[in-house]
Each structure stands twice: as structure tokens, then as C-alpha cells.
């Protein structure tokens, strides 16, 4: 099976290169070269899947003979955690990479395949070159070949550590690397365009919701990268500043940037370099994050092993800096817009700043992770910044962003009047001041006067976002006569976009909100507790009642009974503890050995709404260890005779003895003997219970933070809901020619101006005039077409999005 | 005042405060920074000072002090003389003898003394091309 997984894998290049070469060359019109170079995508997307089916059977079934099973899984491996096994490897990570980027290949590539056809074969060849390198990788770098076999074939594996072996962990690696991978298609298509100088709105229609899609694997990546340390790794929080924390941050902080900034160039043809360059910011910034997981040039918690491919993967970064730098500035022409921003006061100008301050939050996010590298270069002395650095700049650009979040929403597009603004305004302005006074007088949260404007933002962004929606469905529901939960749905349901974009920005407000209270707001404190003895934390009572042990062939657990009263009420037990596991392939023989392999926390949670209440043990093993290793003497003594031990070891000794000589016997002795053994460390494990020495205990109490967990998921949803095909493509009313999507795109500038003025954000005035332009922007698409002799236009080009009305057909009179 | 005038004022301003910024921040990084060292450096390190030490823990030195824990690290290659350590507070889950650690404090009498919630523990699987164990 492995000599034909590397056959594949080599064909699996073979076509990659293929697919990239027949591109080129039918990149003239050759309509039947670039439809087999599509195809051959999809062939190279089936054979990466056939590699991974053939590496998840050799973990399915216990396949050591592969050096990836042997490496990362073992027969003990529960079979759940056999299937990610293949991740936690490097050459795993790197097929798994491979294959995302197939995937998303593909579907581009389907998704496109009767348009933009000058542009498509560069993108096609840009993401097979990159296929291409990253198979090369499993195929020609050493250490990296993840069909490399075992001879003779191992018993078992050494097993995928036990700190892995947590469900959110099967899927935080697929979804980082989906999020990594899929920004390669918005970045293959900007090259695309770029080549070929057809730097309009296209290639961004095309691949705007491949962008979304990454963006949306991308947070919820972290999120779950976060969930997983605040739950798992007995350490109480859920962001480090780590290099690869950051490294994954960074470009999901430019995509957010892209995906604004996009829409202003959708909508109104500006910011062209700008969008170039954040598309490739973003892609490098993807391919840092792989970097910095396989090369260990910064000190990180996700340690890894000295490996080869580091400098592979900095080689092509270097190539796609450079190269797509070149190709901007040669095309710098091309890409110059001859409009201005209209007004300050208006949607883009704010998806400016917003983008300034993503990209200023990125920047200094780069220069902290990476100050390591610059201070040596500088100083020649290795230095590092801390979290309280990071927090420092971060804090003041998290809470603007929060703001911004807020004002966006509430302006329109092209220019927004005092009044309307006024009108808009008033209300949220209003809830963010009465947020802030009733925080500073009935809470301490002037204590830290970053929190405090960052709750009083949130107020305005909240207080905003539930207008626009209150409005829009009131506008609905007067044309309508629907309900007002009705009206609500019809009125997401046909603006997926602009909703699902608000949704995402609530739960962005939420989850700051919880980030703010938690990180200024929390109690922490590690305390040394005897059974029976009691700390007060926060105001809740903490009284370590009695401990507790849970013993297997595997691993023995040590824990603690914690009664949490509040108020003098008992609220709730909680059960902290920690597992030590036996080295992987030692489930049997010396005691002493259960603190020989990793330990792993299980935290003791009580999450409320209001706070959570963490607890994490750190027992006191100590005593154990010493009656671990007096057992082991004992029995070693036992077995041997020695005199002084009781009469049934002489029997066993006598057993063993004849179990050396007939290897008949030996399997009955060793039963024995591992019988014995259990029994012995049961007895040890046992006496934990009667252990007075203290455990230590961290206790942290953490205000709010269960909003950062909501706040993630209400991004979640919304990202989901503006990703969804709006119903007149799903109906099949695809929008068939470039022509038609720019119509499309141009009606639905339209609508939305109609939907501000009806929920009164553009006055009578400012509608009129914006109207007017969108109008005459419109005649002039239709003119061109009429022009260019595509026939009559007849009135609407894509589905009924609109929440009010059909746009009013547009005919040259 | 002329658009054209006004737009470069704009720029202007913009790129003053970008420039501004971006010195702080340089400013910042470098004063906030703490040096990086290995076991081996810190020896004969003058006392106060703040120090990222990367070590690697010698199997077998660790114990409990007290509540909190001594143990001895030596250089991330394993040469070198090896130097004492005290950390107050909860160590991380993968801690243990032979892990390489990043732990931040300064050396008093030729001991290291770790700041608490400082302390961190290099995963041990992820990534590694040779298993060690």
C-alpha cells in the first residue's frame, strides 16, 4: 500500500505540473487545452484523496509498518483520535495542506469555468505551481515523505501524546489549514487579473466568497485553538501571544481588511493597489503561519522538531513577495482609479480607516513576533517582547475597531447628510453614554478605562447593529404587510451580505466584550490546600473537601472534590484533576513508571453567563512517587526471594524460576506477575486518598468570558449566513457572462441605496443624488453592451434580492 | 481650499502619524524587550536583571520547594554547565525532566528566579521528526 501511495503521490505532482503547463499554453483562447487543464485539477484532487485514504486505512488498522503510524499513533490510540492522528505529523500536515488547496481548486475552477476566461488559466497555473511545490515537498525533501515505510515492522506505535487527544483538536488543524489554504484561490485570481491587466471588479466577484470561506475556517480555527488552552492546558488562558497564535491571526486580521476593502472596489472601482496588495499581504502572511510551525527559528509552546522544509517554504514566500510585487508595480497603470472618495462621511471612508487600523494591528502584531529576529540583527542579542507589550498596542486598535464596527454600519455608501447621520446616531450614541454611566456607578469598571470604553463602544455598536435591523424589517414589513419576525427573516434571507456582515460584527462586539472583562476584570490565584481547608475567592467559598484517584493500565488520575458555595449556599462541586500516563508501550510492569510520561489536565469549569469559575490541580505527587518506588523495590525483592518477604512470594519466585526454563509456563507467570503488579499499584494509588500533603490549586475567576465563546459563535453564523447562495443562484439564474455580473452588481448598488432611504440613512436629498449617478453608472454598462452588439437588455440580470422592491428597469428611453 | 491641496494635507498628516506610530513602536520594543539567554550565559549574569532563558530541565532535579519548585536546566543542546532554578506558582502540563522551557526572572545568587506565570513548556509531539520518547 505505501510503495502505491508514492506512486500516486508522484502522479499526483506529475498532473499538478501538467495541469499548471496546459494552462499556459492554452492561455490564448485554446478553449479544449484549458478544459483539460481543469480537469486535470480535479484528477489531482482525486489522487491526493486516494493518498490520504491510503494513510488513514494504515491508521485505521494499526499499520506500523508505516513510519507515520508508528510515529503517531499506537494500537492503544482510541480510533477516534487515529483519524487526526495523521496532522499531528509533519508530512501529514503537509499532504493535508495539498489536499484543502486541491479542493479549493477545484471548486474555483467549477465554479468558473464558463467565465473570466483570459484570466482563469494563470489563476489555474498559480495554484497548481503552488500544488505542485508542496507535493514536490512530500516527494523530494527528506524527513518529510509520508509513505516512507518500516522494515522490519514495529509491534506498536509510540501513540499520539495525550495533550492531543481532545475532540477540538481533530478539527482546530483542518480548519487553520482550510483557512491558510483558501486564501490561495483569491490570491491565484488577483495574479490572474493582474497578467492580464483585467484589474476590475471580476477576478473579485469570482473568488469574494472563497475569501469569506477562509476567513470564516480561519477564526473559527483560532476560536477553537483558544477554547482548546483555556480548557485543556490547565493554564487558565486562551491567548498567549504566541508566535503561531499570531502567526494565524495575522492573516485572518488582512482578510477582514480585504474583505472591505473589495466592496469599495465592487461598488466603486477605487482602491485597486490596495486590494492587490492586501490579497498578497494575506497569502504571505497564510504561508508565514506554515512557516513558522515547521522551522523553529522563534521560540514558540507549539514546539517543533529541527526539520527541513523551513527553508523550502521561506523560498517560496520570497518568490511570491517579490514576484507579485513586480507584477503590481508593473501594472500600476492599469490599476489607478480615477475616482475620489466622496465624502469623509461615508461607508468607504470608514472601511478605509477600518482598514488602516487592521493593518496598523497586523503590523505591530508582525514586528512583536518577529522582533526576536530584528533584535538580533540590530543588536546581535536574541530579545523578545512579552503580552504586556502586545497588549499595550493592540488594546487602544481592538477597541477603534470595536467603534468602527459600529459606525460603519450606520453610513451608506457615497455620502451620508448632517441630518440623516443625526437621525441614525442619536439612539446608539445615547445607549453608549447610559452604558458608561451606569458601569462607572454601579461597577468597578473604571478601573480600567480601556474596558470601560470598549463596553461603552460595544453599547453603540450593539445599539446600532439591532437599529439597522429594526428598521430595515419596518421597512420591509410597510411594503409587505408581513409579521415582524417574518419580515425580519425576508429581510436577512434577501440581503445575505449586508445581514450576515452586521451578525458577524455583533458577535465581533460580543466577543471583545468578553475579552476586555475577562483579561482586566479576572481574580487568579494559586493557593496550597489540604483536604478539608478553604479559600475565599471573589466571594465564593472554595473548600477542598477530599481527593480523589482513578488508576488503569494506562494512566492514574489524581483529583479533587472542590465545594464552591456562594453567599454561604453550596452552588456546585467541581472536579479538577490530573493524569499522568505511562510512556507509550509500558501499560504494564513498575509502578514508578505512571510518572514517567506526560501528565495532562482536566479543568474543574463552572461557566455562568456572568463568570466562569476556573479551577486546575496540581497534586502533590511527591509522597506517591516515594510508595511508587518502595512497592517496585518490594516487589523486585519479592521476586527474588529475598529473605524477610512474605510466604506467597516464594511461590511466585518458584513460578518465575520454572518459567525461565519452560517457556510453556511463562505466559501463566506472567499473567501472574502483571495480576500482582495491578493489585500492588492499586494499593499505592489507594493511599493518595489518606494523603495530607497540599495540592496546589489555581482558581481563577473569569467575569464575562462566556461571551467570547457566544460573540465567536454568532460570527460564526454569520459568516455562514453571508457565505449561503442567495436563492436565484441556487435556483440556477447563474450569472452567466462578465457582462451580466457587472450589471448585476450595478442593480444591486441600487437596491441597497433604495434600502437606505427607506430606513432613513440617505435623506431625500442624498438619495436623489446617489440614485442619479447609480443610474447614469448603469446606463453607461448598458451602453457599452449595446455597443459592443450583445443585444437588448431587458431589465433585471440576477435574482430578486432586494428587500423593498425590484429596481425599476433601466432602459435607454 | 483646493481639492488637490487638501488631499495632500491629508496624506501628509496620515503619513506623519503612521511615521510617529511606527516609531513608537520601535521605541517601545526595544526598551520592552527582555534578552534572551541560555543557562550557560546566565552563570555569570549580573544579579537584577530581567532575562528569557531557554533551557532544557535536567531529568531527575526537580523538587518541590516549599510551594513552589527547584530544578536544574542546562543548554537547549545539553552542553554547558547546568544552573539552578526556583519558580513560585503552577507549572504547565508537558513540564517535566528533559522538556525544553522558556522562563522569564532574573539571577539571585546564582540561582534563577522564575516571575511567576512565566513559565512555558515546549509541546513535545507536535512536529518532531524523531521520536525521543
Given at each position: 500500500m505505501a510503495s502505491l501511495?508514492?506512486?500516486?503521490?508522484?502522479?499526483?505532482?506529475?498532473?499538478?505540473?501538467?495541469?499548471?503547463?496546459?494552462?499556459?499554453?492554452?492561455?490564448?483562447?485554446?478553449?479544449?487545452?484549458?478544459?483539460?487543464?481543469?480537469?486535470?485539477?480535479?484528477?489531482?484532487?482525486?489522487l491526493l484523496t486516494a493518498c490520504i485514504a491510503i494513510i488513514e486505512i494504515a491508521f485505521a488498522g494499526d499499520d506500523f509498518g508505516f513510519r507515520i503510524v508508528r510515529e503517531h499513533s499506537s494500537i492503544d490510540t482510541p480510533s477516534f483520535y487515529k483519524l487526526a492522528?495523521?496532522?499531528?505529523?509533519?508530512?501529514?500536515?503537509?499532504?493535508?495542506?495539498?489536499?484543502?488547496?486541491?479542493i479549493a481548486a477545484s471548486i474555483s475552477l467549477w465554479a468558473t469555468r464558463n467565465k473570466l476566461r483570459e484570466l482563469v488559466p494563470y489563476a489555474t497555473a498559480v495554484m497548481m505551481g503552488i500544488a505542485a511545490f508542496f507535493t514536490g515537498l512530500m516527494l523530494f525533501a527528506p524527513d518529510v515523505q509520508p509513505f516512507t515505510t518500516l522494515s522490519p515492522v514495529p509491534p506498536d506505535g509510540t501513540g499520539l501524546n495525550p495533550l492531543l487527544q481532545h475532540p477540538s483538536m481533530m478539527i482546530h488543524p483542518p480548519m487553520l489549514y482550510s483557512g491558510y489554504v483558501a486564501f490561495t484561490v483569491p490570491f491565484a485570481f488577483a495574479i490572474g487579473a493582474l497578467i492580464t491587466r483585467r484589474v476590475d471588479a471580476e477576478w473579485i466577484r469570482a473568488t469574494r466568497r472563497f475569501a469569506l470561506v477562509a476567513w470564516t475556517f480561519l477564526g473559527f480555527?483560532?476560536?477553537?485553538?483558544?477554547?482548546?488552552?483555556?480548557?485543556?492546558?490547565?493554564?487558565?488562558?486562551?491567548?498567549?501571544?504566541?508566535?503561531?497564535?499570531?502567526?494565524?491571526?495575522?492573516?485572518?486580521?488582512?482578510?477582514?481588511?480585504?474583505?472591505?476593502?473589495?466592496?469599495?472596489?465592487?461598488?466603486?472601482?477605487?482602491?485597486?493597489?490596495?486590494?492587490?496588495?492586501?490579497?498578497?499581504?494575506?497569502?504571505?502572511?497564510?504561508?508565514?503561519?506554515?512557516?513558522?510551525?515547521?522551522?523553529?527559528?522563534l521560540q514558540s509552546i507549539h514546539a517543533f522538531g529541527d526539520n527541513t522544509v523551513g527553508p523550502y517554504i521561506l523560498g517560496l514566500i520570497g518568490v511570491v513577495l517579490i514576484g507579485s510585487t513586480a507584477l503590481i508595480v508593473s501594472r500600476l497603470d492599469d490599476l489607478r482609479s480615477p475616482k475620489r472618495i466622496d465624502s469623509l462621511a461615508s461607508r468607504e471612508s470608514i472601511f478605509l480607516v477600518n482598514n488602516l487600523l487592521l493593518v496598523g494591528l497586523t503590523a505591530v502584531i508582525f514586528w512583536g513576533t518577529f522582533f526576536p529576529l530584528i533584535s538580533e540583527l540590530f543588536t546581535g542579542e536574541k530579545a523578545s517582547l512579552a503580552a504586556p507589550w502586545f497588549d499595550d498596542y493592540t488594546t487602544p486598535l481592538a477597541i477603534l475597531l470595536v467603534l468602527f464596527t459600529g459606525i460603519g454600519p450606520l453610513l451608506s455608501w457615497r455620502r451620508v447628510s448632517w441630518d440623516s447621520a443625526k437621525r441614525v446616531f442619536r439612539l446608539p450614541l445615547a445607549v453608549a453614554a447610559v452604558t458608561a454611566t451606569a458601569l462607572v456607578l454601579g461597577t468597578a469598571a473604571e478601573d480600567s478605562l480601556w474596558a470601560l470604553a470598549l463596553f461603552a463602544?460595544?453599547?453603540?455598536?450593539?445599539?446600532?447593529?439591532?437599529?439597522?435591523f429594526w428598521t430595515g424589517a419596518s421597512a420591509r414589513r410597510r411594503l409587505s404587510g408581513e409579521s415582524m419576525p417574518e419580515a425580519t427573516v425576508g429581510l436577512v434571507t434577501r440581503n445575505r451580505r449586508r445581514y450576515g456582515g452586521y451578525i458577524v460584527h455583533a458577535g465581533i462586539a460580543v466577543l471583545l466584550v468578553g475579552v476586555a472583562a475577562s483579561s482586566s476584570f479576572q481574580t487568579n490565584e494559586d493557593v496550597d490546600l489540604r483536604p478539608g481547608e478553604k479559600v475565599v475567592v471573589d466571594g465564593r467559598t472554595i473548600t477542598y473537601e477530599k481527593p480523589t484517584v482513578a488508576i488503569d493500565d494506562e494512566k492514574i488520575t489524581l483529583g479533587a472534590v472542590l465545594r464552591v458555595e456562594e453567599d454561604g449556599e453550596v452552588v456546585g462541586r467541581l472536579r479538577p484533576s490530573q493524569a499522568f500516563f505511562r510512556p507509550s508501550g509500558q501499560e504494564t510492569g513498575l509502578i514508578s513508571t505512571y510518572f514517567a510520561g506526560e501528565a495532562t489536565s482536566e479543568v474543574g469549569l463552572r461557566a455562568g453567563l456572568g463568570a466562569d469559575l476556573w479551577t486546575a490541580e496540581r497534586p502533590n505527587v511527591a509522597a506517591l512517587q516515594r510508595r511508587a518506588r518502595l512497592a517496585?523495590?518490594?516487589?523486585?525483592?519479592?521476586?527474588?526471594?529475598?529473605?524477610?518477604?512474605?510466604?506467597?512470594?516464594?511461590?511466585?519466585?518458584?513460578?518465575?524460576?520454572?518459567?525461565?526454563?519452560?517457556?510453556?509456563?511463562?505466559?501463566?507467570?506472567?499473567?501472574?506477575?502483571?495480576?500482582?503488579?495491578?493489585?500492588?499499584?492499586?494499593?499505592?494509588?489507594?493511599?493518595?486518598?489518606?494523603?495530607?500533603?497540599?495540592?496546589?490549586?489555581?482558581?481563577?475567576?473569569?467575569?464575562?468570558?462566556?461571551?467570547?465563546?457566544?460573540?465567536?459563535?454568532?460570527?460564526?453564523?454569520?459568516?455562514?449566513?453571508?457565505?449561503?447562495?442567495?436563492?436565484?443562484?441556487?435556483?440556477?439564474?447563474?450569472?452567466?457572462?462578465?457582462?451580466?455580473?457587472?450589471?448585476?452588481?450595478?442593480?444591486?448598488?441600487?437596491?441597497?441605496?433604495?434600502?437606505?432611504?427607506?430606513?432613513?440613512?440617505?435623506?431625500?436629498?442624498?438619495?436623489?443624488?446617489?440614485?442619479?449617478?447609480?443610474?447614469?453608472?448603469?446606463?453607461?454598462?448598458?451602453?457599452?453592451?449595446?455597443?459592443?452588439?450583445?443585444?437588448?437588455?431587458?431589465?433585471?440580470?440576477?435574482?430578486?434580492?432586494?428587500?423593498?422592491?425590484?429596481?425599476?428597469?433601466?432602459?435607454?428611453? | 481650499m483646493d481639492p488637490q491641496r487638501k488631499r495632500k494635507i491629508r496624506l501628509v498628516t496620515a503619513l506623519s502619524v503612521a511615521v510617529l506610530l511606527a516609531v513608537a513602536l520601535i521605541y517601545t520594543s526595544f526598551s520592552a524587550s527582555t534578552e534572551a539567554k541560555e543557562p550557560s550565559q546566565l552563570l555569570a549574569a549580573s544579579p537584577g536583571t530581567s532575562y528569557e532563558m531557554t533551557g532544557r530541565v535536567v531529568k531527575g532535579s526537580i523538587r518541590h520547594v516549599g510551594n513552589g519548585i527547584a530544578f536544574r536546566v542546562v543548554d537547549r543542546d545539553g552542553g554547558g554547565r547546568s544552573l539552578p532554578v526556583t519558580y513560585q506558582g503552577t507549572v504547565p502540563d508537558p513540564f517535566r525532566g528533559g522538556r525544553e522551557i522558556v522562563l522569564t526572572g532574573s539571577v539571585e545568587n546564582g540561582t534563577f528566579v522564575g516571575e511567576p506565570e512565566t513559565l512555558i513548556t515546549k509541546c513535545p509531539s507536535k512536529f518532531t521528526t524523531k521520536s525521543d520518547g
Amino acid at each position: 500500500m505505501a510503495s502505491l501511495g508514492g506512486a500516486l503521490l508522484a502522479l499526483a505532482f506529475a498532473t499538478a505540473l501538467g495541469a499548471a503547463a496546459l494552462a499556459l499554453a492554452g492561455r490564448h483562447g485554446d478553449r479544449r487545452r484549458i478544459d483539460l487543464s481543469r480537469r486535470a485539477v480535479y484528477a489531482f484532487c482525486a489522487l491526493l484523496t486516494a493518498c490520504i485514504a491510503i494513510i488513514e486505512i494504515a491508521f485505521a488498522g494499526d499499520d506500523f509498518g508505516f513510519r507515520i503510524v508508528r510515529e503517531h499513533s499506537s494500537i492503544d490510540t482510541p480510533s477516534f483520535y487515529k483519524l487526526a492522528a495523521m496532522w499531528s505529523s509533519q508530512e501529514g500536515s503537509l499532504l493535508l495542506w495539498a489536499w484543502v488547496l486541491s479542493i479549493a481548486a477545484s471548486i474555483s475552477l467549477w465554479a468558473t469555468r464558463n467565465k473570466l476566461r483570459e484570466l482563469v488559466p494563470y489563476a489555474t497555473a498559480v495554484m497548481m505551481g503552488i500544488a505542485a511545490f508542496f507535493t514536490g515537498l512530500m516527494l523530494f525533501a527528506p524527513d518529510v515523505q509520508p509513505f516512507t515505510t518500516l522494515s522490519p515492522v514495529p509491534p506498536d506505535g509510540t501513540g499520539l501524546n495525550p495533550l492531543l487527544q481532545h475532540p477540538s483538536m481533530m478539527i482546530h488543524p483542518p480548519m487553520l489549514y482550510s483557512g491558510y489554504v483558501a486564501f490561495t484561490v483569491p490570491f491565484a485570481f488577483a495574479i490572474g487579473a493582474l497578467i492580464t491587466r483585467r484589474v476590475d471588479a471580476e477576478w473579485i466577484r469570482a473568488t469574494r466568497r472563497f475569501a469569506l470561506v477562509a476567513w470564516t475556517f480561519l477564526g473559527f480555527g483560532l476560536l477553537l485553538g483558544a477554547r482548546w488552552s483555556y480548557t485543556e492546558l490547565g493554564w487558565g488562558g486562551y491567548w498567549a501571544w504566541d508566535p503561531v497564535e499570531n502567526a494565524a491571526l495575522m492573516p485572518w486580521l488582512l482578510g477582514t481588511a480585504f474583505l472591505h476593502s473589495i466592496m469599495v472596489q465592487e461598488k466603486r472601482g477605487m482602491l485597486k493597489v490596495w486590494n492587490a496588495c492586501l490579497v498578497v499581504g494575506t497569502f504571505s502572511m497564510a504561508l508565514l503561519g506554515t512557516f513558522l510551525v515547521r522551522s523553529g527559528v522563534l521560540q514558540s509552546i507549539h514546539a517543533f522538531g529541527d526539520n527541513t522544509v523551513g527553508p523550502y517554504i521561506l523560498g517560496l514566500i520570497g518568490v511570491v513577495l517579490i514576484g507579485s510585487t513586480a507584477l503590481i508595480v508593473s501594472r500600476l497603470d492599469d490599476l489607478r482609479s480615477p475616482k475620489r472618495i466622496d465624502s469623509l462621511a461615508s461607508r468607504e471612508s470608514i472601511f478605509l480607516v477600518n482598514n488602516l487600523l487592521l493593518v496598523g494591528l497586523t503590523a505591530v502584531i508582525f514586528w512583536g513576533t518577529f522582533f526576536p529576529l530584528i533584535s538580533e540583527l540590530f543588536t546581535g542579542e536574541k530579545a523578545s517582547l512579552a503580552a504586556p507589550w502586545f497588549d499595550d498596542y493592540t488594546t487602544p486598535l481592538a477597541i477603534l475597531l470595536v467603534l468602527f464596527t459600529g459606525i460603519g454600519p450606520l453610513l451608506s455608501w457615497r455620502r451620508v447628510s448632517w441630518d440623516s447621520a443625526k437621525r441614525v446616531f442619536r439612539l446608539p450614541l445615547a445607549v453608549a453614554a447610559v452604558t458608561a454611566t451606569a458601569l462607572v456607578l454601579g461597577t468597578a469598571a473604571e478601573d480600567s478605562l480601556w474596558a470601560l470604553a470598549l463596553f461603552a463602544f460595544a453599547a453603540f455598536a450593539l445599539t446600532g447593529l439591532a437599529q439597522e435591523f429594526w428598521t430595515g424589517a419596518s421597512a420591509r414589513r410597510r411594503l409587505s404587510g408581513e409579521s415582524m419576525p417574518e419580515a425580519t427573516v425576508g429581510l436577512v434571507t434577501r440581503n445575505r451580505r449586508r445581514y450576515g456582515g452586521y451578525i458577524v460584527h455583533a458577535g465581533i462586539a460580543v466577543l471583545l466584550v468578553g475579552v476586555a472583562a475577562s483579561s482586566s476584570f479576572q481574580t487568579n490565584e494559586d493557593v496550597d490546600l489540604r483536604p478539608g481547608e478553604k479559600v475565599v475567592v471573589d466571594g465564593r467559598t472554595i473548600t477542598y473537601e477530599k481527593p480523589t484517584v482513578a488508576i488503569d493500565d494506562e494512566k492514574i488520575t489524581l483529583g479533587a472534590v472542590l465545594r464552591v458555595e456562594e453567599d454561604g449556599e453550596v452552588v456546585g462541586r467541581l472536579r479538577p484533576s490530573q493524569a499522568f500516563f505511562r510512556p507509550s508501550g509500558q501499560e504494564t510492569g513498575l509502578i514508578s513508571t505512571y510518572f514517567a510520561g506526560e501528565a495532562t489536565s482536566e479543568v474543574g469549569l463552572r461557566a455562568g453567563l456572568g463568570a466562569d469559575l476556573w479551577t486546575a490541580e496540581r497534586p502533590n505527587v511527591a509522597a506517591l512517587q516515594r510508595r511508587a518506588r518502595l512497592a517496585d523495590k518490594g516487589f523486585e525483592a519479592c521476586v527474588k526471594g529475598e529473605p524477610g518477604t512474605p510466604e506467597q512470594c516464594k511461590a511466585l519466585g518458584a513460578l518465575m524460576r520454572a518459567a525461565a526454563a519452560n517457556p510453556a509456563l511463562r505466559d501463566g507467570a506472567l499473567e501472574q506477575v502483571t495480576k500482582l503488579q495491578g493489585l500492588a499499584a492499586e494499593n499505592v494509588a489507594e493511599s493518595y486518598l489518606t494523603d495530607t500533603a497540599p495540592a496546589t490549586f489555581k482558581i481563577i475567576v473569569n467575569p464575562l468570558v462566556t461571551w467570547m465563546w457566544i460573540g465567536g459563535l454568532i460570527a460564526l453564523a454569520g459568516a455562514l449566513i453571508a457565505i449561503w447562495p442567495t436563492r436565484g443562484r441556487r435556483r440556477g439564474a447563474l450569472v452567466r457572462t462578465e457582462a451580466d455580473a457587472r450589471k448585476e452588481a450595478k442593480y444591486r448598488e441600487i437596491r441597497d441605496a433604495e434600502l437606505d432611504h427607506a430606513v432613513g440613512k440617505l435623506s431625500d436629498e442624498d438619495f436623489a443624488a446617489v440614485d442619479a449617478e447609480l443610474r447614469r453608472e448603469a446606463l453607461e454598462i448598458l451602453d457599452r453592451e449595446n455597443g459592443n452588439g450583445n443585444g437588448k437588455v431587458n431589465g433585471n440580470g440576477g435574482g430578486a434580492d432586494g428587500a423593498t422592491r425590484e429596481p425599476e428597469k433601466i432602459e435607454r428611453s | 481650499m483646493d481639492p488637490q491641496r487638501k488631499r495632500k494635507i491629508r496624506l501628509v498628516t496620515a503619513l506623519s502619524v503612521a511615521v510617529l506610530l511606527a516609531v513608537a513602536l520601535i521605541y517601545t520594543s526595544f526598551s520592552a524587550s527582555t534578552e534572551a539567554k541560555e543557562p550557560s550565559q546566565l552563570l555569570a549574569a549580573s544579579p537584577g536583571t530581567s532575562y528569557e532563558m531557554t533551557g532544557r530541565v535536567v531529568k531527575g532535579s526537580i523538587r518541590h520547594v516549599g510551594n513552589g519548585i527547584a530544578f536544574r536546566v542546562v543548554d537547549r543542546d545539553g552542553g554547558g554547565r547546568s544552573l539552578p532554578v526556583t519558580y513560585q506558582g503552577t507549572v504547565p502540563d508537558p513540564f517535566r525532566g528533559g522538556r525544553e522551557i522558556v522562563l522569564t526572572g532574573s539571577v539571585e545568587n546564582g540561582t534563577f528566579v522564575g516571575e511567576p506565570e512565566t513559565l512555558i513548556t515546549k509541546c513535545p509531539s507536535k512536529f518532531t521528526t524523531k521520536s525521543d520518547g
